[in-house]
């Protein structure tokens, strides 16, 4: 289980798509690289979402992951990733990558054609078929 923004309420909150195989997996290795409960983890698809920050809509969380930083600014796709990477010793490398200067926006091409893209890239069953416009095989 992720750890929730009730669990650790000074903690930073990501929220990313929870029906997304894809997105899930990436949160998961996040959390298990946090050992110090820096973050917390919420799917855009909870209810608590529309209460808690009624100012992203769902198609802006559909199209990126969020991060909302202590003072609740909220960082977006490779932003987020960005700020997550300072956060996480593990994740010094990516850091290092993502802060070149004036790359933010090939960072964020690169975002989007990964996130346009997620569900084909780790979907195994016939429910992922909505998110493809395809009907599921009736084999």
Known sequence: MLP????YPNAEVVIYDGVCQFCTRQVEKLNRWDGKQRLTYVSL?????VSAYP??????LM???YLIDKESKRHRGAAALRVISRRLPKLWLLAVLLHIPFSLPAWNW???QI???RYR???DT??????????????
């Not at 698809?45 to 979402?49: G, K, L, V």
């Not at 016939?126 to 084999?139: G, L, N, R, T, V």
């Open 55 to 60: 100012d992203l809509t769902k198609k802006e």
């Open 115 to 117: 996130a346009k893209r």
């Open 63 to 65: 199209e990126a992951i």
């Open 110 to 112: 690169i975002y989007r």
């Open 121 to 123: 890239l780790n979907c």
């Open 45 to 49: 698809h909870d209810e608590s979402i």
């Open 4 to 7: 929730t923004p009730s669990q």
């Open 126 to 139: 016939e429910a992922c078929a909505i998110h493809f416009d395809e009907k599921p095989s009736e084999d």
